[in-house]
Structure formats: structure tokens, C-alpha cells
């Protein structure tokens, strides 16, 4: 099992920069993906970023390209996503998720083990 706690979400204004952390433990043998979902009100949980486990590959959301990073630190065991200019549309619950595989790494059903979230609010 792996255990995926996320931290770092809370209210910022519009343009502001909010880094959000995922602590992973557990049985990460056969984990080659981390990433980040986010789910607004009233909409279906979207794909924002991924990274494979060697941080060598980075995937982002077209929304989201050229705002967000993500980023492993192999030490501290954490997948981190910074997010800067952030926007009201960013506004979501963001959940960290693990993948057993290295395709197909913004479609949901290739993640196995996911966190609670953590709730990020942008205001205008």
C-alpha cells in the first residue's frame, strides 16, 4: 500500500503563487508516476501534472503549462506542485495521485492510490 497525504492548499488572491506537497510512504516499489488531479465544484475531476518517479519526465495540463511545475524531492520522499498566476478557474480540491504505470498518465483509471486533497481557493 502507499499512503499520500497532500498539504500546502488555502486561500490566495488572483496572480498570487501557492506551493502545494504530497508526502508519500508505503510500498513504493512499482510506483513510476506521481500526479496531480483537481476537482471544482460541480465538475469532474481534470488532470493537472504528472512526473515519473525518476523526475527525469514532466506532463502538464494545457491549462496549466507554463504556470505550474511539478517536482519530486527523493529525500524528503514528496512530490511538490508550485503554482503561479494562479486564477479563480484554478479554484479546486488538488489530490496527489500514484501510478503503477508510464503511459496514459492524465487519465484517472491509471492512478491506484490517491490522497484526500487539499482544498485550493483563488479569489478575484
Known amino acids: 500500500q502507499v499512503q499520500l497525504v497532500e498539504s500546502g492548499g488555502g486561500l490566495v488572491q488572483a496572480g498570487d503563487s501557492l506551493r502545494l506537497s504530497c508526502a508519500v510512504s508505503g510500498h513504493t516499489v512499482g510506483i513510476y508516476t506521481m500526479g496531480w488531479f483537481r476537482q471544482a465544484p460541480g465538475k469532474e475531476r481534470e488532470f493537472v501534472a504528472a512526473i515519473s518517479w525518476s523526475g527525469d519526465s514532466t506532463y502538464n495540463a494545457d491549462s496549466v503549462k507554463g504556470r505550474f511545475t511539478i517536482s519530486r524531492d527523493d529525500a524528503k520522499n514528496t512530490v511538490a506542485l508550485q503554482m503561479n498566476s494562479l486564477k479563480s478557474e484554478d479554484t479546486a480540491v488538488y489530490y496527489c495521485?500514484?501510478?503503477?504505470?508510464?503511459?496514459?498518465?492524465?487519465?484517472?483509471?491509471?492512478?491506484?492510490?490517491w490522497g484526500q486533497g487539499t482544498q485550493v481557493t483563488v479569489s478575484s
Open positions: 495521485a500514484a501510478s503503477k504505470y508510464t503511459s496514459r498518465v492524465a487519465m484517472m483509471s491509471t492512478y491506484s492510490y
